[in-house]
């Protein structure tokens, strides 16, 4: 079954970076789009950023515009998430998503402190 891993998150204070990883194993991920969520508390969750396959077709969540980053490694089975200027607003789980399918990762926590 595929399986997707975050990883990165932790305490971060205002103004720095984060740099979020996910690895799928099972995966086709050559082939598969690949997307970003979070959920802040008392929030829905929200789309942050998606990126295709090869070429690489990025979009962006409107809060996260111009300060972030989405990548992937087909090599590795990867996919990041760069995250510049943090404000404790993108406090929150983020999770991995293949496309729109049923499989995500189960979150990784970025608390973000002033």
């Known amino acids: 079954q595929v399986q997707l891993v975050e990883s990165g998150g932790g305490l971060v204070p205002p103004g720095d970076s984060l740099r979020l990883s996910c690895k799928a194993y099972r995966l086709a991920f050559s082939g598969s789009e690949m997307r970003w969520y979070r959920q802040s508390p008392g929030k829905e969750r929200e789309l942050v950023a998606t990126i295709s396959k090869r070429p690489s077709i990025r979009t962006y969540g409107d809060s996260v515009k111009g300060r972030s980053y989405i990548s992937r490694d087909d090599a590795e089975n990867t996919v990041y998430l760069r995250l510049d200027s943090v404000t404790p607003e993108d406090t929150g789980v983020y999770y991995c998503?293949?496309?729109?399918?049923?499989?995500w990762g189960r979150g990784t926590q970025v608390s973000v402190f002033s």
């Open positions: 998503r293949v496309g729109n399918s049923d499989f």
